[in-house]
């Protein structure tokens, strides 16, 4: 660590933090459990300032990131389990481990090739661990879309998948009947079961889009709320209170921010 100094300052903070003896009160509260909820937080404070294009932003951010990883260290290494070190290290035999072709004279030049020998490589690791099943280390925690989209993905990898995107729609087809009855059924349990199989085979359409459904997702969330935005500027701007619109009057401004936010 001595040609890193500002890890190695990082590390020192973290366990002058940690010390029962001037330490933080918070910070020695706070468990592997109990830290979690920012680690997601902090990862996706990362994702928004990429997609910002604010590298400032994402210096800090990748900070925050970073001082997370170095909290569970310190945790790992007050409970003799690993530390700073040991994370890095497991990392680089990964790394080296799944890249053959750079590091060994293994020659794949071919993308195809380079995923398919990740994959198989992945796929001893999980029997190593004894995990039976190709979606057995899946994480639970990962968001829906990002979740459904690597299950398929790691179907798709022993070739249960569909042929192409026009199959895929046609399947879309097929559940959009389905909720459809479920629907006229007046059945919740149905209705919340079929939606979830569209939902599931929106996102397979994306994958075999070549597009991350989660990305997706986010540029439509993030469209509509610029969109709402300006409807609310003209909403205020009208002089009269949201309830006293008619519909076809807020359509009419949503036409207008659509107009007016697309071409900026």
């Given at each position: 660590?001595k040609d890193?100094?500002?890890?190695?300052?990082?590390?020192?903070?973290?366990?002058?933090?940690?010390?029962?003896?001037?330490?933080?009160p918070?910070?020695?509260?706070?468990?592997?459990?109990s830290i979690?909820?920012?680690?997601?937080?902090?990862?996706?404070?990362?994702a928004?300032?990429?997609e910002?294009q604010?590298?400032s932003?994402l210096?800090?951010?990748?900070?925050?990131?970073?001082?997370q990883?170095?909290?569970y260290?310190q945790?790992?290494?007050?409970?003799?389990?690993?530390?700073?070190?040991d994370?890095?290290?497991?990392?680089?035999?990964?790394?080296?481990?799944r890249?053959p072709?750079?590091?060994?004279?293994?020659s794949?030049?071919q993308?195809?090739?380079?995923?398919?020998?990740?994959?198989?490589?992945?796929?001893?690791e999980?029997?190593?661990?004894?995990?039976?099943?190709v979606l057995?280390?899946?994480?639970?925690?990962?968001?829906?879309?990002?979740r459904?989209?690597?299950?398929?993905?790691?179907?798709a990898?022993?070739g249960?998948?569909?042929?192409?995107?026009?199959a895929?729609?046609?399947?879309?087809?097929?559940?959009r009947?389905?909720?459809e009855e479920?629907?006229?059924?007046?059945?919740?349990?149905?209705?919340?079961?079929?939606?979830?199989d569209?939902m599931?085979c929106?996102?397979?359409?994306?994958?075999?889009l070549?597009l991350?459904?989660?990305?997706?997702?986010?540029a439509?969330?993030?469209k509509?709320e610029r969109?709402?935005?300006e409807?609310?500027?003209?909403?205020?701007?009208s002089?009269?209170?949201?309830q006293?619109?008619s519909?076809?009057?807020?359509e009419?401004?949503?036409?207008q921010a659509?107009?007016?936010?697309?071409t900026k």
């Amino acid at each position: 660590m001595k040609d890193q100094p500002g890890i190695r300052k990082l590390l020192e903070i973290m366990a002058q933090l940690r010390n029962p003896d001037g330490g933080c009160p918070w910070d020695l509260e706070q468990s592997f459990a109990s830290i979690v909820p920012s680690t997601l937080e902090e990862a996706y404070e990362v994702a928004d300032a990429i997609e910002s294009q604010d590298m400032s932003q994402l210096k800090e951010e990748l900070g925050d990131l970073l001082f997370q990883v170095v909290f569970y260290s310190q945790l790992g290494k007050e409970e003799g389990l690993f530390d700073f070190n040991d994370i890095a290290q497991s990392m680089s035999d990964k790394l080296i481990h799944r890249h053959p072709h750079v590091f060994s004279d293994e020659s794949l030049t071919q993308e195809s090739d380079i995923k398919s020998n990740w994959e198989a490589l992945k796929a001893e690791e999980r029997a190593a661990k004894g995990h039976a099943s190709v979606l057995a280390d899946v994480p639970v925690a990962l968001p829906s879309l990002s979740r459904a989209q690597k299950l398929q993905r790691r179907a798709a990898n022993v070739g249960f998948d569909w042929q192409d995107s026009g199959a895929v729609l046609n399947k879309l087809d097929e559940e959009r009947q389905e909720f459809e009855e479920a629907l006229a059924e007046h059945d919740q349990a149905a209705i919340a079961d079929e939606l979830g199989d569209m939902m599931f085979c929106m996102v397979n359409l994306s994958r075999h889009l070549k597009l991350d459904a989660e990305s997706v997702l986010r540029a439509a969330n993030r469209k509509f709320e610029r969109r709402f935005t300006e409807v609310e500027s003209l909403v205020d701007s009208s002089q009269k209170d949201w309830q006293d619109h008619s519909l076809d009057e807020l359509e009419h401004y949503w036409q207008q921010a659509k107009q007016s936010t697309d071409t900026k």
